[in-house]
């Protein structure tokens, strides 16, 4: 027997799709020729004899007895016609629960050659189905033996197995000569005057322009513009190029080719999907959770050199890397993505380099970016999302504006696209416009464009969300230098700015300096942002000098980030918390601060009664630190059940968002951008990058009861209402997967030892070590800072 023969023992009916369609599922010959089962006779009827139609897996044909699972023998392509007509009503490529089939299609049983017919029932198993074979044919095959198990595997079982296996891939990008005919393209700079694929480089990134230059030479019909960026890139630059648009260079590394010799190949990084194909700038942490705990941390650390390199080289960490994003930033989550990335690889070479490089990135950013002009204010203290800028945005929809520009181009008798041009070139001025559009940038540089609550006003405000993400960074600063750089840490000359003296070459960082910055924001945050009676943080307008009484699900960030005192969290949980719970977890605001919605007033997609993962996954790890362990499993449930449930009902379909209040179709989104993750035909390949590590996180979460009750889709209010006595009855109900059944990702809550809090009578957790740096008293008293030991 060939020692290429499959062995029925090794079959994994949940392998990956590049398993189990791929060239490894091959028999072969005598001459030890392949013989897939794609290749066998076209005759489509039952076998002819007992050697025609041989399967792709050895034994398949006597697969399925009483003790084991039933194959399908199936003829791709005619199954897939038959699926289309009898079950697609609607014709988009995808079973849902809209469709109006029959819900039901008879396959062949392969133990029967095929003459045996079974009948695969209901939407979710169908779509399944759909799913597989259009992976099939991506594969190249025409005939499959395709396992039962794979049309009826448990719903949570399955999500969480493609986003490990496919999602993330899917995902994957690079940027080097591999694939620059790909991802230089830009549906935004087609309607450019000069349209071609474009890639800038940084001045003192010589080696990448020569490398970019030379694949222009060697492809001359990739029409590859390849453009050297100045030293100092100002918004006066950004504006120059609008029309111009272009990608911008990543970090490469040096590797020894196929042919011996050193090349440059791009570090690889993972894109939020959709549209959004580039790397951004907060999707990227959010990612980066769910890599980690899908054991991906080559790519999460990827990503952190990727972001370094654009700290070093373009001065910030860009809301993406797009020519048009060279003023923008977004909101920052370097040092807690770089130290969770060091927890996973601290034993391998360069980890402490690696480390090192980061926090000194984060150290340049935080001066240079979030603590200067224009984003620090002084009179307060705290920092803003305020980037510079001139003129229009040029990455919006080319009307996108026009109902804001139209009165001006009317007062100027000019047509609007004469008016766009006059006003980007200074020939007109129109401060009205100036603020407007100060407004609208910091609104994209904060990740929520776009919400009421910061509409007309963002660049003004001092938000508890980008200030707990700066008290997060000084006192994981101060941490990691006490930890690991002996309490002092020189800045080198890559990392120096002129006339920044923190920055200057050989400056010292010491944890002290850090912590007594700590210790001041969280000061000055309790004096402007948190309010007592109400029991909760608020936006503070640093112009208007008064709070802005607007609800939002940011003000758990400061839980997530430990800035909030016992007191605090404990108001946060009992007062604020009630206010955003809806049945598919926390809404962005609430429907009282959004205000009533009209003509005047459409819908925005960081309101009410919309629902993002970033939102979820910093209130979980933030009710985690304060020992709200309930709290956060049944927010975690009631997101992934509206996830779960989407994913049944709708063909597999994972969405950039979710309606919180919408119980059969969460992912229908009536917003002004729309939802990201539905366009696609036959199969979801990417699902959506900060969703799909939400559902990772979130499954660490929950017990074996919560991941039964979910694969069943049982509603979060009788899950939760259900008595010990009653919980079988109602898992048996809904259908539910036996007890004892193995559920996945049963790895321990990876916030369990991670810079978090355990419960308010513990201590808190060091993010390197399990000692504690800090203890916790009972609610009421003050949190001690992390470095109090220092």
Known sequence: ?????????????????????????????????????????????????????????????????????????????????????????DGNYQITIEDGGPKVLSLGTANSGGYNRHDIRGTYALANLMQELTIAQDY???????????????????????????????????????????????????????PRPRIYVPKRAPEQLEYYQNVAKQYPQLNLDVVQLPEIIDAAYTKSINDKPGLLALAMDKVVGANGKEELKGWPF???????????????????LGLLQDGRADLAKSMVINFCFEIEHYGKILNANRSYYLSRSQPPFLTDMAIRVYKKIKHEPGAKEFLKTSILAAIKEYYTVWMAKPRYDPASGLSRYRPDGLGIPPETEPSH?????????????????EFIIAYNDGIVKEPELDEY??????????????TYRLEGVCG???????????????????????????????????????????????????????DRKARKRKLLINKYLWDEEKGMYFDYDTVKKCKIQYESATMFWAMWAGLASPHQATKLVEIALPLFEELGGLASGTEKSRGPLGLDK?????????????????????????????????????????????????????????DVTRPIDPHRVDAEYGNQGLDFRGVAREGFGWVNASFQIGLTLLGSHAKRALGACIPPEAFFNAT????????????????????????????????????????????????????????????LDPLARA
Do not use: C
Not at 465 to 490: C, Q
Not at 639 to 644: E, G, P
């Open 140 to 194: 190249g095959r025409r005939h499959i033996i395709l396992d039962e198990a794979r049309l009826t595997e448990n719903p949570v079982a399955r999500l969480n197995r493609l986003i490990k296996t496919s999602f993330w891939d899917g995902l994957t990008r690079r940027i080097d000569a591999s694939v620059i005919h790909l991802v230089t393209k830009d549906p935004k700079a087609e309607r450019m005057a000069d």
């Open 401 to 417: 504006f026009d109902s804001t520009l139209r009165p001006f181009a009317d007062k100027h008798k000019m047509t609007i696209d």
């Open 724 to 783: 010990a006595v009653d919980l079988e009855l109602l898992m048996d109900e809904y259908g539910a997967s036996p007890p004892l059944t193995p559920s996945p990702d049963e790895n321990e809550n990876p916030f369990n030892d991670e810079n978090l809090l355990t419960p308010a009578t513990a201590v808190v957790q060091d993010p390197f070590e399990k000692s504690g740096a800090l203890n916790i008293e009972t609610p009421g008293v003050e949190v």
């Open 460 to 514: 003004n405000l001092a938000t508890i969300d980008l200030n707990s993400l700066l008290y997060k960074y000084e006192t994981d600063i101060a941490r990691v230098i006490h930890e690991h750089f002996g309490d002092k840490l020189v800045i080198p000359a890559e990392f120096s700015v002129p006339n920044v003296p923190e920055l200057a070459k050989g400056a010292q960082s010491t944890s002290a300096s850090w």
């Open 1 to 89: 027997m060939s020692s290429n023969s499959w062995k029925e023992e090794d079959h994994d009916p949940f392998s990956a799709p590049h398993i189990y369609y791929g060239p490894q599922n091959v028999t072969k010959d005598r001459n030890g020729r392949p013989r897939t089962y794609s290749q066998a006779h076209e005759y489509d009827g039952p076998p002819r004899n007992k050697f025609e139609h041989r399967p792709v897996r050895r034994a398949s044909l006597d697969a399925f007895s009483h003790h084991r699972p039933r194959q399908f023998i199936i003829n791709v392509s005619d199954t897939m016609e038959r699926l289309i007509q009898t079950e697609d009503t």
């Open 270 to 288: 993972v894109v939020p999907g959709g549209r959004f194909n580039e790397l951004y700038g907060w999707d990227s942490y959010m990612i980066a």
């Open 602 to 658: 459409p819908t925005r997609q960081w309101d009410y009664p919309f629902g993002w993962a970033p939102q979820q996954m910093l209130a979980w790890v933030g009710l985690e630190r304060y020992g709200y362990h309930d709290d956060a499993k049944r927010l975690a449930y009631r997101w992934l059940f509206m996830i779960t449930k989407a994913f049944v009902d709708y063909h597999g379909v994972v969405v950039e968002k979710y």
């Open 437 to 450: 559009f100060l407004h609208d940038r910091a609104v994209r540089e904060s990740g929520h464009d776009t």
